[in-house]
């Protein structure tokens, strides 16, 4: 299943509605537009300043009838008054509009006022591989190194995910840059023993994880085959776990710039899923993140 298919499937009575923390971008603006249009979400509440959306509404001709634009000064405000809808129960989606994540995050995490959920919020890229299927790809985004613990954390969001989006059992390769556990290389240590804990049942729902894997025996069964490596997981992966920040950066940018693949990007943890774009983000993956997060 590709996005095209994800979104078919979300035209049938979905009821999200969607807050958008200073959507001041009318790249935002079209992609919340066009998930209007499709079905998976019925209203779409923006904070920032209201005229200024009305301008790059009116400039990319977007309709806001099903918007409701709420009054904010600054981003800061605008993080601030978006998370409030999630909390009262006004919207059950969030998106990051045109402000720094670090300002988004802040709103979320906020002790008192914001929507933190789980141990540990980490970002999960979803990618549409030939097939076409979804991968999911964790943690690109967020957290920079993680320890061990982390890492089991990590991996249990996006099993959480994967499963919200039909991927069932999923399998995990956990990435190393080698497929045998050297105790001089502590990601193939703890890649090992995340597959121990996924055989043991320790995540929150059922996988398969093996690791450490490389990633080209992890994506191909033929590059497996040539190594003489026998894995459950090996050309099937359904989420590929990345060591730290940088490979999961990369690997990203990588899928989207050199191989053309679709790519959409989300925060999973909070009481909701937050969608997470850059501007440099074509519409399309803009709409995909709406809808990955609208099933998840």
């Not at 998930?35 to 209203?43: K, R, S, T, Y």
């Not at 923006?46 to 200024?52: D, H, K, M, S, Y």
């Not at 989006?165 to 193939?188: F, R, Y």
């Not at 993956?285 to 709406?290: D, G, R, T, V």
């Amino acid at each position: 299943m590709g996005f095209a298919n994800l979104r078919k499937e979300l035209k049938k009575g979905n009821t999200q509605s969607m807050a958008v923390a200073w959507g001041v971008d009318e790249g935002v603006l079209q992609a919340c537009q066009e998930a209007l249009n499709e079905g998976f979400l019925h209203e779409v509440v923006v904070t920032g300043p209201p005229e200024r959306i009305r301008e790059l509404a009116s400039k990319g001709q977007i309709d806001l009838t099903n918007f409701t634009l709420l009054d904010a000064s600054t981003p800061e405000e605008g993080a601030t008054l978006a998370v409030r809808q999630i909390r009262e129960g006004r919207c059950t989606l969030l998106m990051k509009g045109h402000l720094n994540t670090s300002v988004i995050l802040r709103a979320v995490l906020n002790k008192e006022q914001g929507i933190r959920a789980q141990g540990l919020l980490s970002h999960i890229a979803v990618v549409e591989l030939p097939g076409p299927r979804l991968a999911l790809l964790t943690d690109a985004g967020m957290n920079i190194k993680p320890d061990l613990t982390q890492k089991f954390q990590i991996l249990d969001n996006a099993i959480q995910f994967a499963w919200s989006l039909g991927l069932t059992n999923p399998k995990i390769a956990a990435l190393a840059s080698i497929e045998t556990v050297n105790p001089q290389m502590p990601d193939t240590v703890e890649a090992a023993a995340l597959s121990l804990m996924a055989k043991r049942g320790q995540f929150t729902k059922p996988a398969v994880v093996d690791g450490p894997l490389a990633f080209d025996n992890a994506y191909s069964k033929d590059a497996a085959l040539q190594k003489g490596i026998d894995s459950p997981v090996v050309g099937e992966v359904d989420i590929f776990l990345v060591p730290e920040i940088t490979t999961g950066n990369v690997l990203y940018k990588a899928f989207n710039y050199v191989g053309n693949l679709k790519t959409a990007g989300i925060i999973y943890g909070a009481a909701c899923p937050i969608v997470l774009t850059s501007r440099a983000d074509s519409a399309e993956s803009k709409l995909n993140a709406i809808a990955v997060a609208a099933k998840g």
